[in-house]
């Protein structure tokens, strides 16, 4: 819907104003697709909370380079699209059961490689910046005793990371439960 201002009356008509504001308010709603920001090279002068603003990243970089920001209620620019540092980059939960492996669940994973016995490569849909991430990985059985292994890991790169599993007795060994998380490089 486009508004057009009707025949303003001769008198003042409080429901004349009240309709045409509701029309134009109409029409904002019901008309947007999508919003341009565009780029900008300076700050604003008087920035308030959710001010939104695309910048360059060269004359004007509030932080991460060109992109988008809000201003929060701290007085500091925020990047929108940027995943926090403390959010996992990659992780996953797979089963491993006669030489067969499969991912129960997961993201930033294409597949789980089986080496040999108790020896896993994950490998990351989107390679990481670097292989300087911290991790967690676990494995363990569920009844029977309930048996869990600290894994060890070696070979940690940007695309995998490789990792084996052991039982109580230093016996390399297939898990049925084995769950790895990844923080740090995005």
């Known amino acids: 819907m486009t508004w057009k201002p009707r025949v303003v009356p001769e008198s003042y008509n409080a429901k004349y104003f009240e309709d045409e504001f ?6 904002f709603v019901d008309n947007i697709v999508s919003v341009e920001l565009r780029k900008s090279d300076t700050a604003p002068l008087r920035p308030r909370q959710g001010t939104t603003i695309y910048a360059d990243g060269v004359n004007f970089n509030p932080g991460n380079g060109e ?7 701290l007085g500091q ?3 929108l699209g940027v995943p926090h ?3 996992a980059k990659s992780w996953v939960m ?3 059961s006669g030489g067969t492996v499969s991912i129960l669940s997961g993201l930033n994973v294409s597949s789980v490689q089986r080496h040999t016995t108790g020896d896993f490569s994950v490998l990351f849909t989107t390679a990481l910046s670097s292989s300087n991430y911290a991790f967690s990985a676990n494995a363990g059985d569920i009844g029977a005793g309930g048996r869990a292994s600290p894994a060890n890991v070696s070979y940690p790169t940007a695309t995998s990371f ?5 039982n109580s007795t230093s ?7 084995n769950s790895v998380i990844i923080f740090g490089a995005s």
């Open 162 to 166: 490789r990792f084996s599993t052991f």
């Open 94 to 96: 797979f089963t491993a």
């Open 171 to 177: 016996s390399a060994i297939d898990f049925s439960r």
């Open 85 to 87: 540092p403390g959010v």
């Open 77 to 79: 620019w925020v990047p």
């Open 22 to 27: 509701a029309a134009l308010q109409k029409s």
């Open 67 to 73: 992109g988008v920001y809000v201003y929060n209620s």
